[in-house]
Every structure is written in C-alpha cells, then in structure tokens.
C-alpha cells in the first residue's frame, strides 16, 4: 500500500482523512475545486472537478484508494438527484481503471427501519427524496466492478464540523451562554459520530481488501440526547449546562408551506422525534477500532471551536 491515496473534497471528513494518512506517512493527493486542504508535505493539493472524468483518469493515475467525501451542493433532493449519481460513477470509473478501491462515507438516510437500532445487516431499502437517493447510491456501489467500502456514520460533530446538528448550530450557540433550539425532541437517544473515528475507520477498511465490498459502521458511542450531547460541550468548555428549546414537529412541518429549505429540514424529523439509534459493535470488531471516549472527543472539538475564534 505504497501508492497514492486520494480525497476529493475537503470538507471535515476528506480534510481529516487526508490530515490522519499524511501523519501515516503516506502521500496524498487531495481534490478540490478551490485548491484546499490541509498543509502538509506529504499532501498535494489539486485544483479538480470530480465530474470531469479526463481530469479524474490523471489524478488518479498511481492511486492505491480514493476517498470520495464531495457531498452536494446543497442540502436539498434536486441537488443529490443531480449531483451525486454522477460523481459517485464517474469516480468508481477512474479508480476501477486505476485498480484502486474506492471508499465512501455513507448516512443513514437509506435505512429503512430507522425504528429499530440500525445495524451493519440493513435493511437499506427507504424510498423517497433524499432517503432514496441514498439507496440507490449504495445499490450503484454494490453493482459497479469497482471495489468500493462504504462506511455509515452518525450525525457528525468534531473539528471542522460545521453543518451539522452538533456542529455550529450547538457548539458556539452554548459555549457562549445562549439558548439553544433543536428540532424534535432534547431527549430522544440519537447516534453521533466523532468525525475522526470515522476518518480512522474509513483509512482502515481501505488497506484491508477482507472488508472491501460490504457496508460497515464506523465506530460510534452509545445514543445520547440532543441534552446529553450540548452538556457534554459545556462541561468540556466549563461553562455554565446548556439552556435548550425544541421546535416541534408540526411547527416545522408548518413552516415548510412557505420555505423550501425548511421542507428539506422537516423530511428529516423522524431521526429526531423517536430514538435513531446505529449499533457498530460488528464493525468495530471487525476493524479492531473502539469510539473515542466522549469526553476526550467533545474537549477536542470545544478546543478547535474556540480556536476559530
């Protein structure tokens, strides 16, 4: 495993797996349309569009893995519809034609018993807008000749997260005091995924064909409530528990008549109304990887928070 190891994006997931194989020692090439990404000596940084399948075939050249993390443009099912299909095949082409396997950060968007724990063995057959693009992403995956992994996280929090439920929309919100509203319910169990577990589990499943092929989960905690999760920031910060309100459903819901954005907010209530709870425990024997302790994980991400500033 000696070649180049490749991320399109930089966003929190490609910028940490890139920063975690750079400290591997390993060389990496990331992709993005600005030019971004972490600086270091090991990693290169190329300006590319992940829908350009020449410029893919050359920046892929000598790769060993591609890590693909580009997510849409925006968080709405016109732009997974028609952005994600595309990206996901292009890619899988220029790394089936490279000999690399290509590994995925995937959601839970595509389970399709949200009510149970959700484990490694599925279902993953929901149908619907954002939740069946995701399944039929992931049936793409498993037909395409291209070796591919494809590793389920939780909501994300950690550094560098910022569009996320436990990201700027909570960790400054009560760093500095201020009530914070969430959507659904405070205390209903929910998964969270520290980003960085997932980045170590994605890089892991990359060197070991045995788990090539399968959907796996990335080492994550016991649930814990949108409360739980916003105390633990505070109790890292040594700030005064966290002052929090709900939005409830049908508010959401009401709202959604007049703002699109607030429709696409609304489509995923369910995940917050009722407990949406991932299991990893098959994984995390299988990767030989443990989750974070929380308070180690929510100290590291109060720590960056506050170094922005």
Same mark, same amino acid.
């Given at each position: 495993?000696?070649?180049?190891?490749?991320?399109?994006?930089?966003?929190?997931?490609?910028?940490?797996?890139?920063?975690?194989?750079?400290?591997?020692?390993?060389?990496?090439?990331?992709?993005?349309?600005?030019?971004?990404?972490?600086?270091?000596?090991?990693?290169?940084?190329?300006?590319?569009?992940?829908?350009?399948?020449?410029?893919?075939?050359?920046?892929?050249? *000598?790769?060993?893995?591609?890590?693909?993390?580009?997510?849409?443009?925006?968080?709405?099912?016109?732009?997974?519809?028609?952005?994600?299909?595309?990206?996901?095949?292009?890619?899988?082409?220029?790394?089936?034609?490279?000999?690399?396997?290509?590994?995925?950060?995937?959601?839970?968007?595509?389970?399709?018993?949200?009510?149970?724990?959700?484990?490694?063995?599925?279902?993953?057959?929901?149908?619907?807008?954002?939740?069946?693009?995701?399944?039929?992403?992931?049936?793409?995956?498993?037909?395409?000749?291209?070796?591919?992994?494809?590793?389920?996280?939780?909501?994300?929090?950690?550094?560098?997260?910022?569009?996320?439920?436990? *990201?700027?929309?909570?960790?400054?919100?009560?760093?500095?005091?201020?009530?914070?509203?969430?959507?659904?319910?405070?205390?209903?169990?929910?998964?969270?995924?520290?980003?960085?577990?997932?980045?170590?589990?994605?890089?892991?499943?990359?060197?070991?064909?045995?788990?090539?092929?399968?959907?796996?989960?990335?080492?994550?905690?016991?649930?814990?409530?949108?409360?739980?999760?916003?105390?633990?920031?505070?109790?890292?910060?040594?700030?005064?528990?966290?002052?929090?309100?709900?939005?409830?459903?049908?508010?959401?819901?009401?709202?959604?008549?007049?703002?699109?954005?607030?429709?696409?907010?609304?489509?995923?209530?369910?995940?917050?109304?009722?407990?949406?709870?991932?299991?990893?425990?098959?994984?995390?024997?299988?990767?030989?990887?443990?989750?974070?302790?929380?308070?180690?994980?929510?100290?590291?991400?109060?720590?960056?928070?506050?170094?922005?500033?």
């Amino acid at each position: 495993m000696n070649g180049v190891y490749v991320v399109t994006g930089a966003g929190p997931v490609g910028w940490t797996v890139a920063e975690q194989l750079a400290k591997q020692g390993k060389n990496v090439r990331i992709l993005t349309r600005s030019g971004s990404g972490p600086d270091h000596p090991l990693v290169e940084r190329v300006k590319a569009d992940v829908q350009n399948a020449a410029q893919l075939r050359d920046v892929f050249a *000598g790769a060993t893995a591609v890590f693909h993390c580009i997510h849409g443009s925006s968080y709405t099912v016109d732009a997974w519809q028609a952005e994600l299909p595309r990206s996901d095949q292009t890619v899988l082409s220029a790394a089936g034609e490279a000999g690399a396997v290509v590994v995925f950060p995937e959601s839970l968007f595509s389970y399709s018993e949200p009510e149970r724990p959700m484990v490694e063995a599925g279902p993953r057959t929901a149908e619907g807008r954002k939740r069946g693009v995701r399944t039929k992403l992931l049936a793409a995956r498993d037909a395409s000749p291209t070796n591919t992994v494809s590793v389920v996280a939780g909501d994300f929090f950690g550094p560098r997260v910022r569009t996320s439920h436990a *990201g700027e929309r909570m960790v400054p919100t009560v760093l500095a005091g201020k009530k914070l509203w969430v959507i659904g319910g405070t205390n209903q169990p929910h998964s969270f995924t520290y980003v960085p577990d997932l980045a170590a589990a994605m890089i892991h499943a990359a060197g070991t064909p045995s788990l090539w092929n399968k959907v796996w989960h990335a080492p994550t905690g016991p649930a814990v409530t949108q409360r739980q999760l916003a105390t633990a920031f505070t109790e890292a910060g040594g700030v005064q528990a966290p002052k929090l309100g709900a939005i409830p459903g049908w508010a959401l819901r009401g709202m959604g008549v007049f703002s699109k954005d607030v429709r696409e907010l609304a489509e995923i209530l369910y995940q917050f109304e009722q407990p949406f709870v991932m299991e990893s425990a098959a994984s995390e024997a299988a990767f030989g990887l443990r989750p974070t302790p929380p308070a180690e994980a929510a100290a590291a991400t109060v720590a960056w928070w506050r170094a922005q500033g």
